[in-house]
């Protein structure tokens, strides 16, 4: 492929005068479209798919539409192979979901994971490596990549060129595009908010093929190094935080961890998520793991309610892309309702009574 796109460029690919040069660049934009592979490290739970890792299918659909897609899935267990099934119709551009089933592979840590990664690439030799960035993609990613000696790119919000990408910086007040020149593979995690699942239906003609995954590489000093002890979590019906349509948000104005429990009721009205800003969290009133912010859980819900809450830079910068911003708080002068589409200036207790009030059960 290299002597094809060289000798592209040297030809001009017919373009006269001074713009032969722009003419090449853009035909090697071109041809990394086409003869691009993608392996995409997909999450799964319950036998599905994870949105996020769907979101980073639309992603890989992005580099290009000749876009050879592979979907790498672990763990073990039936519900690796129901996600497996899933993930073979996922996607039109997906041509093969390759399985690592292993026990030591049935949790998110990120040495046998980033072993597994390395392995698969040396196979497979593809172009790009798409993970999303979650709690999972950031602890594997920079190992993975360690070990295969290249730079990632993290946190893209949309892609430009094969090799091309926008991502935030400054905690979200500032885009950056960023240009990969490093060596195979480009390796990236996404923000699944700024990257569409696909809703095409898909023909069972199109399934893609499942192959197993050679695991003779892992050993007990690649597994051994790290330890799974437990997971904690809410044992809640409300959707999840991340992919949430609703998210109702509280701040330290809340004042105390009961007094989310009146946000925990608004959000079971509306069907919501329930979101926290980091000084919420420090102060104990709630989990880390409702955290919303830069270094918390990225947003983008079609509707994000905030209730006492100021608006700092790193909290903005993960809720910014909501459709519609909603924020509550006495002070008129709260960052906060820079972002907001609407705003009110009032006591967020007296609010929160009201709503309570009117709102109807859901059914």
Known sequence: MAAMVVGALRRGTGCGGGGGFRCGSRYFAQSLRRFASTLVVAEHEGGLVKPSSLSALAAAEAIGKYNKVSVLLGGSGPALHKAADHAASSHPLVSEVLVADSEALAHPLAEPWAELLRSVQLKGGYSHVITSSTSFGKNLLPRAAALLDVSPVTDVTAITEPRVFVRPIYAGNALCTVKYTGEDPCMMSIRSTSFSPTTDAMSESKVAPITQVDLSFLSEGTIGKS?????????????????????????????????????????????????????????????????????????????????????????????????????????????????????????????????????????
């Open 227 to 363: 330890t799974w002890v437990n997971l904690t979590s809410q044992d809640t019906e409300r959707p999840d935080l991340a992919n949430a349509r609703v998210v109702v948000t509280g701040g330290r104005g809340l004042k105390s961890a009961e007094n989310f429990k009146l946000l925990e009721q608004l959000a079971e009205k509306l069907g919501a998520a329930v979101g926290a800003t980091r000084a919420a969290v420090d102060a104990g009133y709630v989990p880390n793991d409702l955290q919303v912010g830069q270094t918390g859980k990225i947003v983008a819900p079609e509707l994000y309610m905030a209730f006492g809450v100021s608006g700092a830079i790193q909290h903005l910068a993960g809720m910014r892309d909501s459709k519609v911003i909603v924020a509550v708080n006495k002070d008129a002068d709260a960052p906060i309702f820079q972002v907001a589409d609407y705003g009110l200036v009032a006591d967020l207790f007296e609010v929160l009574d009201e709503l309570l009030k009117k709102i109807p059960e859901k059914k």
